[in-house]
């Protein structure tokens, strides 16, 4: 399917954060057959009866559509692969212009067939979670035995699809052992991205273990020369001051867009500037409740019946989120905040304010 895209309106690298954001993402669904100890969605086995329905997710979509430049929209869950419209969906998101990513989980729902009508529907990348090097430590952390063996076999078909992959892992206490063998399992799957998210403790994981803000300091170098040497963008998801050891490994040179390494063809996921919770993104729930992210459950509106456009450009909570210079602690006087921000739905899990200091970064800017 070609995706019709209006030459007048502005590209991909002129959006105004402040008017629209550069990606959303959609919780379809909280129904899913795995049950990852990091969710923060808690998954379930059911999926819920006030799920948006067809016609209403449809609404949605339109509302996406109209923004000056249609975000990046991302189809997640639970697993969007238990709706059974995500097809539909995803054609009628594509024939409205917008870039579509499913997020499957590493389950049979993903077969060849269903793959094969999301290509067909104009699916722009599927992306799929992998958080061990083999299927020992990946089906632990997804507590469901044989989730590695489907999640290498969707990439599989994937890749004979000739669907683009991005990969995501989840930097944790209970994933960092083993981060330099997911990185040579990435070479080996070859993704167009990989995404790192770092742990954001919500939802199940909450009782998942994050790592130590002087570990940030010695993994994130670490990315940075691994992603060189790499086919893979790098892409780093609630771990914001990458940017600032970017910053500081290149001689004060800034580096635009989400991760290190991004090349110029990359338009999934690639933003003009650093991206984060209500600063060009946000978030809809399967209730469709409107946050900043997923990681920080600030209800804002409802998109059944607010404008989704709205929300985003004049709530209180999103304004403040895209004004620096409001953050507190250390976050509000660093020299990096304007670059980094810090994850502010880190800070939220940790002291119940947005605004507040990132507790994972152990930089502690010199007194102005």
């Not at 086995?45 to 509302?63: C, K, M, T, W, Y």
């Given at each position: 399917m070609e995706i019709p895209l209006s030459s007048a309106r502005p590209s991909m690298t002129s959006i105004d954060f402040d008017e629209q954001p550069f990606i959303i993402a959609w919780e379809l669904t909280q129904a899913c057959n795995l049950a990852c100890v990091h969710c923060r969605a808690a998954s379930q086995?059911?999926?819920?009866?006030?799920?948006?329905?067809?016609?209403?997710?449809?609404?949605?979509?339109?509302?996406i559509a109209e923004f000056p430049?249609?975000?990046?929209?991302?189809?997640?869950?639970?697993?969007?692969?238990?709706?059974?419209?995500?097809?539909?969906?995803?054609?009628?998101?594509?024939?409205?212009?917008?870039?579509?990513?499913?997020?499957?989980?590493?389950?049979?729902?993903?077969?060849?067939?269903?793959?094969?009508?999301?290509?067909?529907?104009?699916?722009?990348?599927?992306?799929?979670?992998?958080?061990?090097?083999?299927?020992?430590?990946?089906?632990?952390?997804?507590?469901?035995?044989?989730?590695?063996?489907?999640?290498?076999?969707?990439?599989?078909?994937?890749?004979?699809?000739?669907?683009?992959?991005?990969?995501?892992t989840t930097l944790c206490r209970q994933t960092l052992p083993w981060m330099a063998e997911m990185a040579d399992l990435a070479d080996w799957f070859d993704p167009a991205v990989w995404a790192v998210f770092c742990l954001v403790p919500t939802g199940r994981g909450m009782a998942t273990e994050p790592i130590s803000?002087?570990?940030?300091?010695?993994?994130?170098?670490?990315?940075?020369?691994?992603?060189?040497?790499?086919?893979?963008?790098?892409?780093?998801?609630?771990?914001?001051?990458?940017?600032?050891?970017?910053?500081?490994?290149?001689?004060?040179?800034?580096?635009?867009?989400?991760?290190?390494?991004?090349?110029?063809?990359?338009?999934?996921?690639?933003?003009?500037?650093?991206?984060?919770?209500?600063?060009?993104?946000?978030?809809?729930?399967?209730?469709?409740?409107?946050?900043?992210?997923?990681?920080?459950?600030?209800?804002?509106?409802?998109?059944?019946?607010?404008s989704l456009a709205d929300v985003y450009r004049n709530h209180e909570v999103f304004q403040q989120l895209r004004r620096p210079a409001e953050f507190t602690g250390k976050c509000g006087g660093c020299f990096y905040r304007d670059i980094c921000g810090g994850s502010r739905s880190r800070a939220y899990a940790a002291t119940g304010d947005y605004l507040a200091t990132d507790p994972a970064c152990a930089y502690v800017p010199p007194k102005r």
């Open positions: 086995l059911q999926r819920s009866p006030g799920e948006l329905r067809f016609h209403e997710a449809r609404n949605v979509i339109d509302q430049v249609p975000p990046v929209l991302v189809f997640t869950g639970g697993d969007p692969m238990r709706r059974p419209d995500i097809v539909s969906l995803v054609e009628y998101g594509s024939e409205r212009g917008i870039r579509c990513t499913v997020t499957p989980a590493g389950t049979p729902l993903a077969s060849k067939r269903r793959l094969t009508e999301l290509r067909d529907a104009g699916v722009a990348r599927i992306a799929v979670s992998l958080d061990g090097p083999g299927p020992v430590e990946h089906d632990a952390f997804r507590q469901v035995t044989g989730s590695f063996s489907w999640t290498a076999g969707i990439i599989e078909t994937v890749k004979e699809l000739e669907i683009e992959l991005q990969i995501h803000a002087e570990e940030y300091e010695q993994v994130f170098p670490w990315l940075l020369e691994r992603s060189q040497e790499a086919s893979w963008d790098l892409k780093l998801t609630e771990g914001y001051h990458f940017r600032r050891i970017q910053h500081q490994r290149h001689a004060g040179q800034m580096v635009s867009g989400p991760g290190y390494h991004a090349s110029p063809d990359n338009l999934i996921g690639r933003a003009p500037r650093a991206v984060n919770a209500g600063n060009g993104f946000c978030f809809i729930s399967h209730t469709g409740d409107i946050t900043p992210s997923g990681f920080l459950p600030v209800v804002t509106g409802n998109v059944r019946q607010d």
